[in-house]
């Protein structure tokens, strides 16, 4: 079965930073692209970023770019986001999810990022 | 970017009878293989996405038959045969032709 499980979300100020984590299980990690999807309060899905398999290769959405950071460790089967320099219209539920030809088959549960002073 | 525009933006449907979606994309969504990466996402409250139908017309595993994606070039469609109470909650198109990939609004069925 396959498993995203999200983790590190939270309460931090305005010009903070977050890190996010995202374990995988039940498939071949390395051979997957991964990707950040999230979902402000009440609002639809925006996609933020993208990573290959190899991790040689990175996507951003331009809301995000200059500020967050995709990175994988395959050896460690996770996933991450590093936030930096978050503002109020950051706060979200950022989904974990898998790719596969274009797109997302398997999503995480989410876990809540709340930029607020 | 390209601009995903669902319609409607809400659904009341009566149980049994059947429901349209529509997404129109701002440019075509055929890809350089040939193939059109436009897909289908249902998320029912309190719950993350699960994904419906894969390159337009492409049921997922498990997915029940009465879901069904149609469409090209800049127009698709996902229908619903019989609706279900399960089968509310927000229904969203996506493509992952372009990057950056884009989601369409959002159409939230709800039973009449």
């Known amino acids: 079965e396959v498993l995203l499980v999200e983790s590190g979300g939270g309460l931090v100020q305005p010009g903070g930073s977050l890190r996010l984590s995202c374990a995988a299980s039940?498939?071949?990690?390395?051979?997957?692209?991964l990707n950040w999807v999230r979902q402000a309060p009440g609002k639809g899905l925006e996609w933020v970023s993208h990573?290959?398999?190899?991790?040689?290769?990175?996507y951003y959405a331009d809301s995000v770019k200059g500020r967050f950071t995709i990175s994988r460790d395959n050896a460690k089967n996770s996933l991450y986001l590093q936030m930096d320099s978050l503002r109020a219209e950051d706060t979200a539920v950022y989904y974990c999810?898998?790719?596969?030809?274009?797109?997302?088959?398997?999503w995480g549960q989410g876990s809540l990022v709340t930029v607020s002073s | 970017d390209v601009v995903m525009t669902q319609s409607p933006l809400s659904l009341p449907v009566t149980l049994g009878q059947p429901a349209s979606i529509s997404c129109r994309s701002s440019q075509s969504l055929v890809y350089s293989d040939g193939d059109i990466y436009l897909n289908w996402f249902h998320q029912r409250p309190g719950q993350s996405p699960r994904r419906l139908i894969y390159k337009v017309f492409n049921r997922d595993s498990g997915v029940p038959d009465r879901f069904s994606g149609s469409g090209s070039g800049t127009d698709f469609t996902l229908k619903i045969s019989r609706v279900e109470a399960e089968d509310v909650g927000v229904y969203y198109c996506?493509?992952?032709?372009?990057?950056?990939?884009?989601f369409g609004q959002g159409t939230k069925v709800e039973i009449k």
């Open positions: 039940g498939f071949i990690f390395s051979s997957y692209e």
């Open positions: 999810a898998r790719s596969r030809r274009r797109s997302l088959d398997y």
């Open positions: 996506m493509q992952g032709t372009h990057w950056p990939w884009t």
């Open positions: 990573i290959s398999g190899s991790g040689s290769a990175t």
